[in-house]
């Protein structure tokens, strides 16, 4: 069965550099999300998007910005980069649960950003 | 806010040792509970979801259950392929995402 598909798996930037991620959703799901993972770390929400409109908005920094596309992939802009940046970058995609309807999220493999 | 603890951190055992994970969570009422394996390096793979306080859900040696404040991960018997962090979200019932507790590291030795 096809999976979220994520790229690039690895990136390396400098300090005040920028970086975009992108994400190709499960077919047919509707939304997708952004989520960080540091070392160690529960992986923290950013942002998601339901039919291409942002839905939610988490603990994403201002220089970050993340949008869907016609086709419902989506890219996540990273600018200013800094240290603090480095981390496993996750995308998942759902079905938008209706009531109590099961729709996990299915995560990709992540992009690992290295900020050096 | 959403808060999920999950207990232990980490938990060592030997091959067919069982045991359970703990997931403690407080949310404005809830839409679902989720855990996920993740294997190091690779996103979080969807194991179970569950809904409502008593339900009860397995997949081979991985049974979960719900109360009202809490989720147990019970692993019967594991095998060294179970080692992997186990995570413990949930949604609520006015949102979407997935709240993550900060997982519980399991290693099986042979």
């Known amino acids: 069965a096809a999976g979220v598909i994520q790229s690039p798996r690895h990136l390396i930037k400098e300090k005040r550099e920028t970086a975009t991620l992108k994400c190709y959703p499960i077919?047919?799901?509707?939304?997708v999300y952004w989520y960080q993972q540091g070392p160690g770390q529960d992986p923290q929400f950013l942002i998601s998007?339901?039919?291409?409109?942002?839905?939610d908005k988490g603990s994403i920094p201002d220089r970050f910005s993340a949008q869907q596309f016609s086709d419902y992939h989506s890219e996540l802009n990273m600018s200013s980069l800094e240290l603090g940046d480095s981390a496993l970058y996750f995308c998942?995609?759902?079905?938008?649960?209706?009531?109590?309807?099961?729709?996990?999220?299915?995560f990709g493999n992540g992009t690992r950003l290295t900020v050096t | 806010e959403d808060q999920v603890t999950q207990s232990p951190e980490a938990l060592r055992l030997q091959e067919g040792e069982s045991s359970s994970l703990n997931c403690s969570y407080t949310v404005s009422g809830l839409r679902g509970l989720f855990w996920y394996r993740q294997d190091p390096g690779k996103g979080p793979e969807f194991l179970f979801t569950l809904y409502s306080a008593g339900e009860e859900k397995e997949k081979e040696r991985l049974k979960a259950t719900l109360t009202k404040k809490e989720s147990f991960l019970h692993i019967t018997a594991p095998k060294p392929e179970d080692s992997a962090t186990y995570l413990c979200?949930?949604?609520?019932?006015?949102?979407?995402?997935?709240?993550f507790g900060a997982g519980t590291t399991v290693t099986v030795r042979a």
């Open positions: 998007f339901y039919e291409k409109m942002q839905s």
């Open positions: 998942a995609s759902s079905l938008r649960p209706t009531g109590l309807g099961d729709s996990p999220l299915h």
């Open positions: 077919p047919r799901h509707d939304t």
């Open positions: 979200a949930v949604r609520a019932l006015n949102d979407y995402k997935l709240s």
